[in-house]
């Protein structure tokens, strides 16, 4: 389903566009493996990380990191059936508003558990082996988050109400409530990875070293290459406006991106900061290939709440 729709977030209304959202389950008729010229897999596409698998492992899952098909469907039903009793109903449109934020119309997480290797998965998080992010360092234990924001100082407020950057991180690239799509474009020195969210992008340069520590990016500096048929991408020097659930400008992220088919990718993301978690930690993701094109995500076009917004008081 495609539509458009005005949306209210924290204040600020948003136009977002939503696209096909993306079942887990391998396409039957998924082919060979794409290859470039220079014989490495072509990742080039449309994809999309939609899914219902939790972000982290809950309790009825506990030591359980897979779970047959079978009992996956109950649980997918069961959570697609709590997010549609979040909705109430009104003259044919859904009026209530789910979670204090949107009402189901707005969301895009799929309708399945994430498959990879074959078997559904019980949570994104896969190391620790019990499905849960890591313990906080001492150090970070009690630095915030977020700057505090300041009435009336619009550069106080979070980077995604100033759609600066989107409310979910392009490293790694892991979904979020909504428009979880993206563009990879793939040549033999470079590839682009456009995220549909305020569309992020960013630029992975392969063969490449890192920049100076001096330089320092909103997505950080990516550099790849291939290990057999695995694109590996490391990143570094982010800089201190973006915070992935808490992190430093110490972040790197190690990505591993894996075409199984054509219309299938197994992604997996290592974190690695020890000013900010005890150990390193790794998700894994399945990515499925989606119809385009890549709607515009116009973040704050028509969005008559900016004279309020840049005028509080």
């Not at 939790?54 to 059936?81: C, L």
């Not at 993701?285 to 969005?303: D, I, K, S, T, W």
Request: with cysteine; glycine share 8%; net charge negative.
């Amino acid at each position: 389903m495609k539509f458009r729709s005005l949306i209210e977030s924290s204040g600020v209304l948003l136009l977002a566009v939503a696209s096909v959202s993306a079942q887990s389950a391998p396409d039957p008729k998924a082919g060979a493996i794409p290859r470039a010229a220079d014989r490495h897999p072509d990742l080039t596409g449309i994809w999309s990380n939609a899914t219902r698998t939790p972000f982290e492992r809950p309790a009825v899952f506990a030591g359980r990191p897979t779970i047959p098909d079978d009992e996956a469907r109950k649980w997918e039903a069961k959570e697609n059936q709590r997010w549609e009793e979040g909705s109430t109903i009104e003259g044919g449109r859904p009026v209530t508003i789910q979670g204090g934020a949107y009402n189901v119309l707005f969301y895009d997480n799929g309708n399945e558990m994430a498959r990879i290797g074959g078997q559904k998965r019980t949570s994104m998080v896969v190391d620790p082996p019990d499905g849960h992010v890591p313990p906080l360092a001492p150090e970070a234990r009690d630095r915030p988050r977020r700057r505090p924001y300041v009435p009336g100082d619009y550069k106080t407020l979070p980077n995604d109400t100033r759609c600066l950057v989107g409310n979910t991180p392009s490293v790694p690239l892991v979904p979020a409530l909504y428009n979880n799509n993206f563009q990879i474009v793939q040549s033999a020195d470079s590839i682009l990875i456009e995220v549909e969210m305020v569309h992020d992008a960013r630029i992975v340069h392969m063969k490449g070293n890192h920049v100076s520590p001096n330089v320092r990016q909103w997505f950080g500096d990516s550099i790849g290459h291939w290990e057999g048929d695995t694109l590996v991408v490391e990143t570094t020097n982010f800089n201190d406006q973006t915070h992935y659930r808490g992190s430093t400008m110490n972040l790197k992220v190690t990505e591993r991106f894996t075409l199984v088919s054509d219309r299938a990718i197994e992604y997996r993301a290592t974190m690695e900061d020890s000013s900010t978690w005890t150990k390193p930690w790794s998700i894994e993701l399945a990515f499925n290939a989606v119809p385009g094109p890549l709607y515009e995500y116009a973040c704050h076009e028509g969005n008559y709440a900016m004279v309020s917004i840049l005028g509080a008081k």
